[in-house]
């Protein structure tokens, strides 16, 4: 299958030689006309990066251009996979010097707002690419809004849920995965004492901490009013709570690096029975030790919640399209195809990646896959992440706090208040 | 050849001077070897050892060496990923820039050595600070100029901007050893009528087999796994370079271990080779060389 | 003409050979025609270095003294254009990153960093070489094996040892958990931390600094320690009087640019440990990446830690440099 994509970006290559050599006509109008127009005469060329997991998703979107090349027969698609730990750098890189950006990227939620503040990405209102922008759900969607613009479409959400081992819980005594915080710690203690292996397994990374913060009524920031809210009381609840976890023993005591690897390594094997995840390790999971046989013994549930609410941080994927794209109509066509209805059910019942659009949930494609339905829950829990230029450097901050943290080297107090100076000083004029 | 003429005669004329090592020196030379070949292959053992296991079973909570060893990992990568084609670039782009970049590094590396032109010193200081711009900050300008010269996404490009990294070392440590290839070689190269191209070319190049076999194979593996401009510079797959297409095996929230160490084997394995290739030039013919002319 | 003057030096002019009168008629072409030979040779790499290099470089001084960031830096892409706003700051950049908290404490690890890798991979690579610098049986094999490190790419390495050296399903705890030890947090400690990418980097730095000194010791005419052995020489006194200075023009290099390269060590950090625990064994490289790079670059804050990077360095390197010309090795 690999061998046919690389056969066919030779191919690409070589159209794209002669196509140069010939002269390519590049309709670079603005937008608006652009829809006007009939959209199966569009041609040109689009380049596409994605930045999924080459070997397991990527031939399902391979697949999807297929799908669009015969339904378009005049555009051509090269289809890039650009490994996601690099794809934000080298899209930068290429996008400041207007030259080797790609015409459509996969940009992760978190990158939208700030691809759009630089001028990177084109707007996407009027054009083919917002196709009913009422149908896809409200948090997802406004991570591709940047200042009252829509610069990217949601290709597929995602939040984090609480995924749990239902026979170690049942040994434990309980037979429904915990709802709450404290519930959480008890269970996980209960799971310790009889079950013979550890109740919760965390992982320190600043993301899999917004939960706690935002169970407690916390968050990083409150954009409104421009202030910097990690180290308030409620965010510092939350936090609190992590570190209670830890120091009691309900959490196993957590790796700092490789966190997340050894924390599903864990889960897999059946050495823990709860961890905080994402859809992305569905298939991940059931191909673990305990659940390959069995996977009815695999649970997923919403996060617990705490005084205020039960929260996760909405995570995902959007479709933009570069400012600069010397095919912007060739390329609204594709985001359009691509973010269609149809489109996500079929990546959602490939690959378990839940839709951003709720119509797409009933499609029989996604419904083939249970693991969909079952994720349902978890998503009405998913809370609107700060979407702002500065979105991405705020992790790092946190993270840094985390480890410390969890390795026992400073207290949440402390360690918050390191995080809101951080804070300051990237985000200029913000008070604390 | 000369080099197996001085491996022949240098050593026995020395063991002779010292008298045989006892067998308890030479036990503690070889243990010493034996555990420091052990540090060193270790790690790679365990990568092989990887590759041979299921896909998924690296990650696991026990430490086994064999988990039902196959090639299957091997086989996937072969057949249905892109490496024949990454290998392929990689092998174009490490073979242009270790045979440009020795060539550039021993021309100017002999000028500096023999020459006191004006200017000299200068050259090596210039060397060295390029070595000296943390690459990280280097990236976008490098990515503008390229652009501008519409080298974005092409071989030469890539091997322009591995040259210069490769070529200030290699220049320093050219000039270095023929620093130790002494001056009468030369003088007698020009009393025979040569010109100092001709001087190098066939006097002092042939006496610094190891300098080159050394600066060879560096720019050789430079070039080879080189991962920050690559990534950056070559925006299409089919472009793509072993350490870029590597990539590809780590996703965003699992890597795919299996096939990114059968690939990391494969990888070695012609680094290996090319280090077979240039070592026997480690030996130098100097002592040879030198009574000869 | 030019063919003519070119012909009358045509055996050119070795310095330590001595001069020998040109031909050429005035001061300019004698000029040119002494010193065409060597520039001829070094030009190329000249050329590719002021260009690829030398404008970045001087370009990044330029932007170190305004505010340049990637959203202030006017550009028009497509539809959208962005207004250049940036302004002259003088040294506001410099001054921010060396009073910062971070600075002192970045550089002090820094420093042991390199100090501690340069001297280990030196120690190693010398020692090695030296054994296999001896008549000996199986030593290609050995030459091969310690060469392996260098021949797997550095990134899988990093990834390679990171795994072996989990705390809790790596290899490296096992080991000592079978022997009866009890573990230890290779990467989850500070201080193991550190130690645990110092020794990752001096396993993959060693082989390169091997083979280039084994280079240097092969460059050594035999017939010195032949000399010295016939007169009686004690095995240090030949290391301390032939290896050791044999070696110089080759270990002043390594050194050199080996101190360079670790100061500068971007990947091995960054793969094994991410800057971590809690920021713990960031070096300045990696620490200005972060700053410079994470979000919205701040091309001027990135441009004014690469310039003092290379201030710092400068600044080692003409120390250096000193010491050595005290020794008698000068360039």
Same mark, same amino acid.
């Given at each position: 299958?690999?061998?046919?994509?690389?056969?066919?970006?030779?191919?690409?290559?070589?159209?794209?030689?002669?196509?140069?050599?010939?002269?390519?006509?590049?309709?670079?109008?603005?937008?608006?006309?652009?829809?006007?127009?009939?959209?199966?005469?569009?041609?040109?060329?689009?380049?596409?990066?994605?930045?999924?997991?080459?070997?397991?998703?990527?031939?399902?979107?391979?697949?999807?251009?297929?799908?669009?090349?015969?339904?378009?027969?005049?555009?051509?698609?090269?289809?890039?996979?650009?490994?996601?730990?690099?794809?934000?750098?080298?899209?930068?890189?290429?996008?400041?010097?207007?030259?080797?950006?790609?015409?459509?990227?996969?940009?992760?939620?978190?990158?939208?707002?700030?691809?759009?503040?630089?001028?990177?990405?084109?707007?996407?209102?009027?054009?083919?690419?917002?196709?009913?922008?009422?149908?896809?759900?409200?948090?997802?969607?406004?991570?591709?809004?940047?200042?009252?613009?829509?610069?990217?479409?949601?290709?597929?959400?995602?939040?984090?849920?609480?995924?749990?081992?239902?026979?170690?819980?049942?040994?434990?005594?309980?037979?429904?995965?915990?709802?709450?915080?404290?519930?959480?710690?008890?269970?996980?203690?209960?799971?310790?004492?009889?079950?013979?292996?550890?109740?919760?397994?965390?992982?320190?990374?600043?993301?899999?901490?917004?939960?706690?913060?935002?169970?407690?009524?916390?968050?990083?920031?409150?954009?409104?009013?421009?202030?910097?809210?990690?180290?308030?009381?409620?965010?510092?609840?939350?936090?609190?709570?992590?570190?209670?976890?830890?120091?009691?023993?309900?959490?196993?005591?957590?790796?700092?690096?490789?966190?997340?690897?050894?924390?599903?390594?864990?889960?897999?094997?059946?050495?823990?029975?709860?961890?905080?995840?994402?859809?992305?390790?569905?298939?991940?999971?059931?191909?673990?030790?305990?659940?390959?046989?069995?996977?009815?013994?695999?649970?997923?549930?919403?996060?617990?919640?705490?005084?205020?609410?039960?929260?996760?941080?909405?995570g995902g994927h959007d479709y933009a399209v570069y400012a600069g794209s010397?095919?912007?109509?060739?390329?609204?066509?594709?985001?359009?195809?691509?973010?269609?209805?149809?489109?996500?059910?079929?990546?959602?019942?490939?690959?378990?990646?839940?839709?951003?659009?709720?119509?797409?949930?009933?499609?029989?494609?996604?419904?083939?896959?249970?693991?969909?339905?079952?994720?349902?829950?978890?998503?009405?829990?998913?809370?609107?992440?700060?979407?702002?230029?500065?979105?991405?450097?705020?992790?790092?901050?946190?993270?840094?706090?985390?480890?410390?943290?969890?390795?026992?080297?400073?207290?949440?107090?402390?360690?918050?208040?390191?995080?809101?100076?951080?804070?300051?000083?990237?985000l200029k004029g913000w008070s604390l | 050849m000369v080099s197996t003429l001085?491996?022949?005669?240098?050593?026995?004329?020395?063991?002779?001077?010292?008298?045989?090592?006892?067998?308890?020196?030479?036990?503690?030379?070889?243990?010493?070897?034996?555990?420091?070949?052990?540090?060193?292959?270790?790690?790679?053992?365990?990568?092989?050892?990887?590759?041979?296991?299921?896909?998924?079973?690296?990650?696991?909570?026990?430490?086994?060496?064999?988990?039902?060893?196959?090639?299957?990992?091997?086989?996937?990568?072969?057949?249905?990923?892109?490496?024949?084609?990454?290998?392929?670039?990689?092998?174009?782009?490490?073979?242009?820039?270790?045979?440009?970049?020795?060539?550039?590094?021993?021309?100017?590396?002999?000028?500096?050595?023999?020459?006191?032109?004006?200017?000299?010193?200068?050259?090596?200081?210039?060397?060295?600070?390029?070595?000296?711009?943390?690459?990280?900050?280097?990236?976008?300008?490098?990515?503008?100029?390229?652009?501008? @010269?519409? =080298?974005?996404?092409?071989? &030469? /490009? #890539?091997? +322009? *901007?591995?040259?210069? !990294?490769?070529?200030?070392?290699? %220049?320093?440590?050219?000039?270095?050893?023929?620093?130790?290839?002494?001056?009468?070689?030369?003088?007698?190269?020009?009393?025979?009528?040569?010109?100092?191209?001709?001087?190098?070319?066939? @006097?002092? =190049?042939?006496?610094?087999? &190891? /300098? #080159?076999? +050394? *600066?060879?194979?560096? !720019?050789?593996?430079?070039?080879? %796994?080189?991962?920050?401009?690559?990534?950056?510079?070559?925006?299409?797959?089919?472009?793509?370079?072993?350490?870029?297409?590597?990539?590809?095996?780590?996703?965003?929230?699992?890597?795919?271990?299996? =096939?990114?160490?059968?690939?990391?084997? #494969?990888?070695? *394995?012609?680094?290996?080779?090319?280090?077979?290739?240039?070592?026997?030039?480690?030996?130098?013919?100097?002592?040879?060389?030198?009574?000869?002319? | 003409?030019?063919?003519?003057?070119?012909?009358?030096?045509?055996?050119?002019?070795?310095?330590?050979?001595?001069?020998?009168?040109?031909?050429?008629?005035?001061?300019?072409?004698?000029?040119?025609?002494?010193?065409?030979?060597?520039?001829?040779?070094?030009?190329?790499?000249?050329?590719?270095?002021?260009?690829?290099?030398?404008?970045?470089?001087?370009?990044?001084?330029?932007?170190?003294?305004?505010?340049?960031?990637?959203?202030?830096?006017?550009?028009?892409?497509?539809?959208?254009?962005?207004?250049?706003?940036?302004?002259?700051?003088?040294?506001?950049?410099?001054?921010?990153?060396?009073?910062?908290?971070?600075?002192?404490?970045?550089?002090?690890w820094t420093i042991t960093w390199t100090v501690v890798c340069v001297a280990?991979?030196?120690?190693?690579?010398?020692?090695?070489?030296?054994?296999?610098?001896?008549?000996?049986?199986?030593?290609?094999?050995?030459?091969?094996?310690?060469?392996?490190?260098?021949?797997?790419?550095?990134?899988?390495?990093?990834?390679?040892?990171?795994?072996?050296?989990?705390?809790?399903?790596?290899?490296?705890?096992?080991?000592?958990?079978?022997?009866?030890?009890?573990?230890?947090?290779?990467?989850?400690?500070?201080?193991?931390?550190?130690?645990?990418?110092?020794?990752?980097?001096?396993?993959?730095?060693?082989?390169?600094?091997?083979?280039?000194?084994?280079?240097?010791?092969?460059?050594?005419?035999?017939?010195?320690?032949?000399?010295?052995?016939?007169?009686?020489?004690?095995?240090?006194?030949?290391?301390?009087?032939?290896?050791?200075?044999?070696?110089?023009?080759?270990?002043?290099?390594?050194?050199?640019?080996?101190?360079?390269?670790?100061?500068?060590?971007?990947?091995?950090?960054?793969?094994?440990?991410?800057?971590?625990?809690?920021?713990?064994?960031?070096?300045?490289?990696?620490?200005?990446?972060?700053?410079?790079?994470?979000?919205?670059?701040?091309?001027?804050?990135?441009?004014?830690?690469?310039?003092?990077?290379?201030?710092?360095?400068?600044?080692?390197?003409?120390?250096?440099?000193?010491?050595?010309?005290?020794?008698?090795?000068?360039?």
């Amino acid at each position: 299958m690999r061998r046919g994509i690389s056969v066919a970006a030779a191919a690409a290559a070589l159209a794209l030689a002669v196509s140069a050599c010939g002269g390519q006509d590049t309709p670079t109008q603005p937008a608006a006309p652009a829809s006007a127009a009939d959209p199966a005469a569009v041609s040109g060329e689009v380049t596409w990066w994605d930045t999924s997991d080459a070997t397991n998703e990527g031939p399902v979107f391979q697949q999807l251009i297929t799908d669009f090349q015969a339904k378009y027969p005049k555009i051509k698609v090269n289809y890039v996979n650009v490994p996601f730990a690099e794809a934000q750098n080298k899209f930068k890189t290429a996008a400041q010097s207007g030259s080797g950006a790609p015409d459509v990227l996969r940009a992760e939620v978190g990158w939208v707002a700030e691809f759009a503040s630089l001028g990177y990405l084109a707007p996407l209102e009027g054009t083919p690419a917002l196709d009913k922008p009422e149908d896809f759900l409200p948090s997802p969607a406004s991570s591709g809004k940047y200042n009252g613009k829509t610069y990217a479409v949601p290709q597929v959400t995602d939040t984090l849920g609480l995924l749990y081992n239902k026979e170690l819980l049942k040994k434990a005594g309980h037979d429904a995965p915990p709802k709450t915080f404290a519930e959480l710690k008890q269970t996980a203690l209960d799971v310790k004492s009889k079950a013979g292996a550890d109740g919760l397994a965390l992982n320190v990374d600043a993301y899999f901490l917004l939960p706690f913060i935002y169970g407690e009524g916390g968050d990083l920031l409150d954009v409104a009013s421009k202030k910097i809210t990690v180290a308030a009381p409620q965010a510092a609840a939350g936090v609190k709570i992590v570190e209670d976890l830890i120091t009691s023993g309900a959490a196993a005591k957590p790796a700092i690096q490789d966190s997340y690897t050894n924390a599903e390594t864990a889960f897999k094997e059946g050495k823990v029975a709860m961890i905080f995840n994402g859809p992305w390790s569905n298939t991940d999971n059931l191909g673990g030790k305990v659940f390959k046989d069995n996977p009815d013994n695999f649970g997923i549930a919403p996060v617990p919640a705490g005084s205020a609410k039960a929260g996760a941080p909405t995570g995902g994927h959007d479709y933009a399209v570069y400012a600069g794209s010397k095919n912007l109509p060739a390329s609204y066509l594709f985001v359009q195809f691509m973010a269609s209805a149809e489109s996500q059910a079929k990546v959602a019942g490939k690959l378990g990646l839940l839709p951003a659009r709720p119509s797409a949930y009933t499609l029989p494609d996604a419904q083939a896959n249970d693991m969909i339905a079952k994720w349902k829950d978890p998503m009405a829990a998913a809370v609107e992440r700060p979407w702002i230029p500065e979105g991405g450097q705020l992790f790092q901050p946190l993270l840094e706090g985390y480890q410390k943290i969890a390795a026992g080297q400073q207290g949440s107090d402390a360690a918050l208040q390191d995080v809101a100076k951080a804070y300051q000083g990237i985000l200029k004029g913000w008070s604390l | 050849m000369v080099s197996t003429l001085t491996r022949a005669t240098g050593p026995r004329t020395r063991t002779h001077g010292r008298g045989a090592r006892g067998p308890a020196r030479s036990a503690a030379l070889h243990a010493t070897l034996i555990a420091a070949s052990l540090v060193a292959v270790f790690p790679v053992a365990w990568l092989v050892l990887t590759s041979l296991k299921p896909r998924d079973a690296w990650q696991s909570s026990t430490v086994e060496l064999f988990n039902s060893p196959s090639l299957d990992n091997y086989l996937q990568v072969l057949t249905q990923t892109a490496f024949l084609r990454w290998l392929f670039n990689s092998l174009l782009v490490a073979a242009m820039t270790t045979v440009l970049g020795v060539v550039l590094a021993a021309t100017t590396g002999y000028a500096v050595s023999r020459f006191r032109f004006p200017g000299h010193r200068s050259i090596m200081w210039m060397l060295l600070i390029t070595q000296m711009f943390p690459v990280a900050i280097l990236i976008v300008p490098i990515y503008n100029l390229l652009a501008g @010269l519409g =080298l974005i996404n092409q071989f &030469p /490009g #890539l091997v +322009v *901007a591995y040259l210069t !990294s490769t070529v200030p070392f290699c %220049a320093w440590m050219m000039k270095g050893y023929f620093d130790t290839v002494p001056v009468e070689i030369d003088e007698a190269g020009r009393v025979d009528g040569l010109t100092p191209f001709g001087t190098f070319w066939r @006097l002092i =190049l042939p006496l610094s087999k &190891p /300098g #080159l076999a +050394v *600066a060879a194979f560096y !720019s050789f593996i430079t070039a080879w %796994a080189e991962v920050a401009y690559a990534t950056a510079f070559m925006t299409g797959d089919d472009k793509y370079t072993l350490a870029v297409g590597l990539g590809q095996f780590v996703g965003q929230h699992k890597a795919e271990w299996g =096939l990114l160490t059968a690939s990391s084997v #494969l990888i070695a *394995a012609p680094a290996a080779v090319v280090f077979l290739l240039v070592q026997r030039h480690l030996v130098t013919g100097l002592t040879a060389g030198a009574t000869k002319s | 003409m030019t063919t003519q003057v070119v012909d009358g030096t045509a055996a050119g002019t070795p310095a330590r050979g001595g001069a020998r009168r040109p031909r050429g008629e005035g001061r300019a072409g004698r000029f040119l025609a002494r010193h065409w030979y060597a520039w001829a040779m070094c030009a190329p790499v000249v050329v590719v270095t002021l260009v690829l290099i030398g404008y970045p470089l001087v370009r990044g001084v330029y932007l170190s003294l305004t505010d340049a960031t990637e959203a202030n830096m006017g550009r028009t892409i497509g539809m959208n254009t962005i207004p250049s706003t940036y302004e002259f700051v003088g040294l506001a950049n410099y001054t921010a990153i060396v009073t910062s908290a971070e600075f002192l404490s970045r550089l002090a690890w820094t420093i042991t960093w390199t100090v501690v890798c340069v001297a280990l991979h030196y120690g190693l690579g010398l020692g090695l070489a030296m054994l296999l610098n001896r008549p000996l049986r199986l030593r290609s094999l050995y030459r091969m094996l310690l060469v392996l490190p260098w021949a797997v790419p550095a990134f899988v390495s990093a990834f390679i040892w990171r795994y072996l050296l989990n705390g809790e399903f790596g290899v490296v705890n096992a080991m000592l958990r079978a022997a009866g030890l009890p573990g230890v947090q290779w990467l989850d400690d500070p201080l193991w931390a550190k130690a645990s990418v110092i020794a990752v980097n001096v396993w993959l730095g060693v082989p390169f600094m091997m083979l280039a000194l084994l280079g240097g010791l092969q460059a050594i005419p035999r017939e010195l320690y032949e000399a010295a052995e016939v007169d009686g020489a004690t095995p240090w006194q030949r290391f301390r009087h032939i290896t050791l200075p044999g070696l110089r023009p080759v270990s002043s290099t390594v050194v050199l640019l080996g101190t360079i390269w670790t100061f500068n060590q971007f990947p091995v950090i960054f793969l094994v440990t991410r800057g971590g625990p809690g920021g713990s064994s960031e070096i300045l490289v990696t620490y200005a990446y972060r700053q410079a790079f994470e979000g919205i670059r701040n091309y001027s804050g990135s441009a004014a830690w690469g310039v003092l990077i290379l201030v710092l360095l400068v600044v080692m390197a003409v120390v250096y440099r000193r010491a050595l010309r005290r020794q008698g090795e000068a360039w």
